[in-house]
């Protein structure tokens, strides 16, 4: 099984579509919604993890293409200043997952997407605000 974090942004014509039962539906995928912020009639967004074998997330995210939605990897909008950290790792105390750690040897800040559930604990933990998340 595979598995993928897309981070979908809607038209505002296809905001009231179940494009997710679709992805359950017809695709025989598991989605997982991470975070959303869907309006009818307005412009949404959707964080999504999708699992399932690899030829049906590609079929899947084409269908949502197809669809209009405008699909992206996920972890794109998670920002790292470098200049302004100064990997003081309060941000790697707060994050549950362990997307964020300092690696033992060179002490840099090291971010792994793939753990990621954009909680936000670390953007509100920084005290530099060198991590930003645009969603």
């Known amino acids: 099984m595979a598995r993928r974090r897309l981070d979908l942004t809607f038209p505002p014509r296809q905001a009231t579509k179940p494009i997710t039962y679709h992805l359950v539906k017809d695709f025989d995928l598991t989605p997982n919604i991470l975070r959303a912020q869907i309006q009818p009639g307005q412009e949404g967004r959707m964080l999504v993890e999708v699992v399932g074998p ?13 669809e209009g939605v405008d699909v992206h990897p996920a972890a794109s909008d998670i920002c790292l200043d470098e200049d302004e950290c100064v990997t003081c790792g309060l941000c790697t105390a707060v ?3 362990g ?12 971010f792994d997407k793939d753990k990621c559930v ?5 953007v509100v933990a920084c005290p530099r605000r060198a991590i930003t998340l645009t969603f």
Request: aromatic share 6%; hydrophobic share 40%.
């Open 99 to 110: 997307a964020l750690t300092l690696d033992s040897e060179s002490k840099a800040l090291v």
């Open 54 to 66: 690899r030829e049906a997330i590609d079929a899947g995210v084409a269908f949502l293409e197809k």
């Open 95 to 97: 994050c549950k997952p």
């Open 118 to 122: 954009y909680c936000e604990a670390c």
